[in-house]
């Protein structure tokens, strides 16, 4: 499992520099990496970028109408932020769903999106967030949507010399509510077989709706053919039931049926029908 | 004897700050590093090893095939036939062909990879159903029929006619132990000739036979010492003994210590799992469900080798029918070799399996018969001197009505199940549920072997007490037991023992620590040893500060002549020591007689049984499959409580483990290729899942035991699952009959299976 080399930079472009030799890698909290190294015991040549000292892409700030994430905040310290959890409750909960203590404490968020699991937790709150990622390495810097980040499971449009810098999305449209649901195996460590992140906006009728979706999709999306038919229209029980069909409907064209899709597809449909509920304060039960 | 109503254990501080010395913690000096080179492929001829790569890699000090082993090359409780290193064949996933010792443990571990293995595949045998097929291809020479048990009870060839009958087929899964310690050992020359093997195994006395036997050695040059074990649940008997003869193996080839710790991956593929049953259930029964007959047929996968099969299948003959009067029965229970994962052993040992059956069974006759399920179980369990299936009049008070009783009344059974019934249909997706199910279950080993077993206690002349025994914790909790039982005896504290971990050097041999005997053979031996030692003392005290015997007394760490305190327990033993008293006893239990007729499975099975009954409410969400237990109750008949903390531990840790066993856990396997190999996906319940657990016992000091206590870690976890499929059904109408109740099995009354292995690491962009 060992590196042949851990560097510790304490500086961002120590860090890039780092990460220009070959065989280097990021390292976050470890949680993801650890694991998947101790499989191939042998394959030590990598030099792990520890990137832990680099105290200032680990906080949370709010500038001009724009909320930043550093991508070293924990999932713990996500959980727990009280501004994030008045104004965009569904990411702090996701993030309070993650693992276990000992897994929110070490794990980032950065790590969460730069792993691109499908089954990982803060996206599709981030992804109902329009959020953007930034990327840089030595004398480069881009900042891309979501959207383009993720390309399959576990690929993305990330360079092996790039860092997450930063991962923002602008305020929310006034009068927004949200709704974030995890269906694992167990109460804790559970892996989501499915996860649903939504946003509503409007009074009366609903003017945006974001769904997102985790565990389904070969990459990471939210479901338009949902969202539009929700446009509008008012919130309402049976319209979120039919919601929650076509969504899974669209979910299960664009990934295609597999082993699990049996179960998914009606598993889908629910949760999509309590997410809206949820959001739009209607009991689902 | 009087009851100890809360104890701390005896090795609970070294645990909880980290000193308690584990298998993987030992380091002596000059320590080489083993590592193993597994089949990787399910079936298959070994045609040629070739061990010189890895010889030449650095850091290599041994490499040895099955070639290189002096004595047996297989060991094995009933067929010594599992390969410390595979010969001929490779029989599952997990076998071992070479080991391999090195400086540094990555080392031993490249090299073991090094070594080249040419096969002549051979088919995989995937369930015991295809083992059973004539053309099947054998995993041993004979036959694929590893055991076959029969019970013969009620005259005639046919079973006698009923009103209702009724035919059910349930499954269950292959069960990992989940110890959180994995196997770890480190064996090294002896400083006389043979061997020394130190570390987490559960039965010392089975591993020191294999390892006498592998090595060549004689029993008296063959030490094997117990570190303190992190669990085991039945889990580390063959698993160690595997591991401590390659140790030892390697350790004589290089005459140095050599440390081998599994990784939990290689625990995984390598070690053994509950059997998974198919069990086929028949019954006939009057309108009213008063049961008249049953015919059971059962078939289990015994997986590549034999191991326990023999013993787990037996205890599943015996208890096949449950706690209820049956007149007629005909049980065949079977287990056939595949090339899965060997099966053994497991907290249970072949009573989870019958008893989900035999429970959902009696549910499904409720519902068959218009009864609520504690009335068909009111109506049909055994009563004081009822017979049993195998012809055994139960000793004793029969408690099984009494501790449903109390479960069904602690949990507002009748109530709760009816109202739940009614609301089924009622819109809604989250429906509640509640569940029964209870058991008998045969105390200690009975007629599968000798029982028996020794401890031994020392009284220091300070006061001070030490405790050894050939029965081992592994984290049950019987050192805790023995000495409350010692403590108790002596009339003095807790605090003042010391329990030492257990050395075949310097204990008698005292069989398996299995099949929840502890409490009652090491502790009764225990006491056996305590009263020697205190009439011993007593006599001492009468004859030098006159009196009868009977005026003196042990107690709260004194000794007493009638309600006179003489002095303090310290003083006294040091005063007898200096007279030449011997402060050391060596107890010894042996357990009333059994016997067994194999023909027709007939006979005193075990010597005396316990009861037990626990009522599971639950929370079913219908949309998603999703299910919570919400409470448990739980009432077990236990002979006599010795420690009232632990009793509940093993309550708690049985419940939770009984609720993974019915809701999440499978170890699975395709075509002999492991597809889950560590906790990511093998769920077990967290904390967070654990229902709140209401414990209660029955107390009725057994005869047959001189502490009066029975058993109570295997029952505690053997009837948790039926419950939740109970409560599943009351909740949704459904019944599911195959384990575990999964999110997809209780949504869609199916399971689905993901094909290859899941990955869970990043890409890079080009
Ligand atoms: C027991 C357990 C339970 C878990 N449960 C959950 C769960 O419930 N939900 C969930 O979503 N996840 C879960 N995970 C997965 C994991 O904890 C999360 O994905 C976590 O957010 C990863 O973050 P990390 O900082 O540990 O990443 P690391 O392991 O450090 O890194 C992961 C990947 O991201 C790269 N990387 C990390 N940071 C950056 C960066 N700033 N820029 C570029 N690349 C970077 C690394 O090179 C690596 O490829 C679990 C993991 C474990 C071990």
Redo the contacts with the bound molecule.
């Keep these: 499992m060992n590196p042949r080399r851990i560097e510790q930079p304490t500086t961002l472009p120590e860090a890039l520099a780092v990460l220009r030799t070959e065989n280097a890698?990021?390292?976050?909290?470890?949680?993801?990496?650890?694991?998947e190294r101790r499989r191939a015991p042998f394959d030590a040549d990598e030099i792990w970028v520890a990137?832990g000292r680099l105290y200032g892409?680990r906080n949370i700030r709010h500038e001009e109408g724009w909320w930043h994430i550093g991508?070293?905040v924990?999932?713990a310290e996500l959980a727990d932020h009280s501004e994030l959890q008045r104004v965009a409750p569904f990411l702090p909960q996701a993030a309070s769903?993650?693992?276990?203590p000992?897994?929110r404490a070490?794990?980032?968020?950065?790590?969460?999106?730069?792993?691109a699991?499908s089954?990982?937790?803060?996206?599709p709150p981030l992804f109902a967030l329009d959020a953007e990622i930034t990327?840089e390495s030595a004398g480069q810097k881009r900042t891309v949507s979501l959207a383009d980040f993720f390309l399959a499971p576990y690929e993305t449009i990330?360079k092996r010399d790039?860092?997450?810098?930063d991962i923002s999305f602008p305020d929310l449209p006034h009068g927004s509510r949200t709704a974030f649901l995890?269906l694992?195996r167990r109460q804790a460590?559970?892996?989501?077989r499915l996860s649903v992140a939504v946003l509503v906006t409007g009074n009366e009728t609903l003017d945006d709706v974001r769904i997102s979706v985790g565990s389904v999709l070969p990459r990471f999306g939210r479901l338009s053919e949902a969202e539009e038919m929700l446009k509008g229209k008012p919130a309402h029980y049976d319209l979120f039931r039919e919601a929650g069909r076509a969504g899974s409907a669209e979910a299960v064209r664009i990934a295609g049926r597999r082993w699990s899709t049996d179960y998914k597809e009606p598993v889908l449909a629910t949760l999509i029908h309590r997410g809206l509920c949820i959001a739009c304060g209607i009991t689902w039960e | 004897m009087k009851l100890y109503p809360q104890h701390r254990r005896v090795d609970g501080i070294g645990k909880v700050t980290g000193k308690a010395i584990f298998g993987a913690d030992q380091m002596p000096g000059h320590l080489l590093y083993g590592a193993v080179k597994r089949a990787g492929i399910p079936h298959a001829r070994i045609v040629r090893v070739d061990t010189e790569k890895a010889r030449n890699c650095p850091g290599v000090r041994a490499v040895l095939t099955a070639k290189d082993i002096p004595g047996a090359h297989g060991f094995g409780i009933v067929v010594p036939h599992q390969r410390v290193l595979a010969d001929d064949k490779v029989r599952y996933f997990g076998d071992g062909v070479a080991a391999v010792a090195a400086e540094t443990e990555e080392q031993a571990r490249f090299a073991a990879e090094q070594i080249e293995i040419e096969y002549e595949t051979l088919p995989t045998i995937s369930s015991p159903e295809e083992a059973l097929k004539s053309d099947a291809p054998l995993v041993h020479e004979g036959s694929n029929l590893a055991v076959e048990h029969r019970v013969r009870h009620g005259e005639g060839e046919k079973p006698p006619d009923a009103a209702v009958t009724l035919e059910r087929t349930y499954r269950t899964q292959h069960a990992e132990h989940s110890y959180i310690e994995p196997e770890a050992i480190v064996a090294w020359p002896a400083e006389h000739g043979g061997i020394v093997v130190k570390g987490s195994v559960q039965n010392l006395f089975s591993t020191r036979r294999s390892l006498a036997a592998v090595l060549d050695l004689p029993l008296n040059k063959v030490q094997v010492i117990q570190t303190t074990l992190g669990g085991s649940f039945g889990g580390k008997d063959e698993a160690m003994t595997l591991l401590s003869c390659r140790a030892a193996l390697l350790a004589l080839a290089t005459g140095r210590p050599v440390k081998m710790v599994n990784s939990r991956e290689e625990s995984f593929i390598e070690s053994y799992k509950r059997h998974p049953y198919r069990l086929h259930y028949e019954l006939g029964a009057d309108k009213d469900g008063q049961l008249r007959s049953m015919q059971i047929d059962i078939l289990a996968d015994a997986g590549a080798y034999a191991s326990t099969s023999q013993f787990v299948t037996w205890r599943s003959t015996v208890q096949a029918t449950g706690p209820y009067r049956v007149p007629w029965v005909r049980t065949r229970v079977r287990a056939a070799f595949t090339n899965n994962n060997y099966t053994g052993a497991m907290r249970g040992f072949g009573s989870p399996q019958v008893n989900l059956a035999i429970e959902s069974f009696m549910d499904e006759l409720a519902e068959e018969v218009g009864k609520s399920p504690l009335e068909i179980r009111r109506l049909n369990a055994y009563r004081d001197g009822d017979v049993t299936p195998t012809g055994q009049q139960l000793p004793g008070k029969v408690t099984i009505v009494e501790a449903l009783e109390a479960v069904a009344r602690a949990s507002d059974f009748e109530r709760k199940w009816r109202e739940n019934r009614a609301r089924q249909k009622e819109a809604g997706a989250i429906k509640r549920g509640i569940g029964l199910a209870c058991s008998y279950r045969g105390v200690s080993l009975g007629a599968e072997g000798t029982d028996a077993a020794g401890t031994l206690v020392a009284i220091q002349t300070d006061g001070s007490v030490t405790i050894s025994s050939g029965i081992t914790d592994m984290g049950q909790g019987a050192q805790t037991a023995m000495s409350a039982v010692v403590a108790e005896a002596l009339g003095i504290s807790l605090s003042q023992i010391r329990f030492l971990n257990t050395d075949t050097d310097r204990v008698p041999d005292s069989g398996p620590t299995v099949a929840s005997r502890a409490t009652i053979m090491g502790g009764s031996a225990a006491y056996d040893a305590s009263i020697a030692l205190r009439k011993r003392l007593l006599e001492f005290s009468a004859r030098t500060y006159r009196g009868d015997d009977s005026d003196f007394r042990l107690e709260d760490n004194a000794l007493w002549r009638c309600d006179e305190r003489l002095m303090s327990f310290h003083e006294f033993v040091d005063k007898a020591f200096a007279s030449g008293i011997s402060l050391m006893a060596l107890g010894w239990h042996k357990a009333p007689k059994t016997t067994w007729r194999e023909e027709h499975g007939q006979g005193t099975a075990y010597f005396t049984y316990v009861y037990g009954a626990n009522a599971a409410e639950i929370e079913v969400d219908t949309q998603t499959g999703q299910v919570r237990i919400l409470d448990v109750w739980v009432c077990h008949e236990v002979g006599r409580v010795i420690s009232y903390a632990q009793a509940c531990g093993q309550v708690y840790g049985g419940v939770v483990m009984g609720m993974g066993y019915g809701l999440l856990e499978e170890y699975y396997q395709e075509q002999g290729i492991p597809r889950i190999k560590n906790f990511?996906e093998y769920t077990l319940a967290t904390a967070l899942d654990a229902p709140n657990i209401h414990a209660s016992f029955l107390e009725h000091p057994d005869a047959l035991s001189p502490i009066g206590a029975k058993s109570l870690g295997e029952p505690a976890t053997e009837i948790c699952a039926p419950a939740v499929l109970n409560a599943i059904f009351n909740a949704t109408g459904r019944r599911i009959r195959e384990l575990p109740a999964s999110l997809e099995r209780v949504l869609l009354g199916r399971q689905l299976r993901r094909h290859g292995i899941r990955t869970?690491?990043?890409k890079?962009a080009p």
């Design positions: 890698r990021p390292m976050a909290g470890g949680t993801d990496l650890m694991i990137l892409l991508p070293l924990t999932h769903l993650v693992g276990s000992q897994i070490q794990g980032t968020v950065g790590g969460n999106i730069a792993n699991a089954c990982a937790d803060t996206v990327l990330r790039e860092l997450i810098t995890k694992g460590l559970a892996i989501s | 990511d869970s690491l990043a890079e």
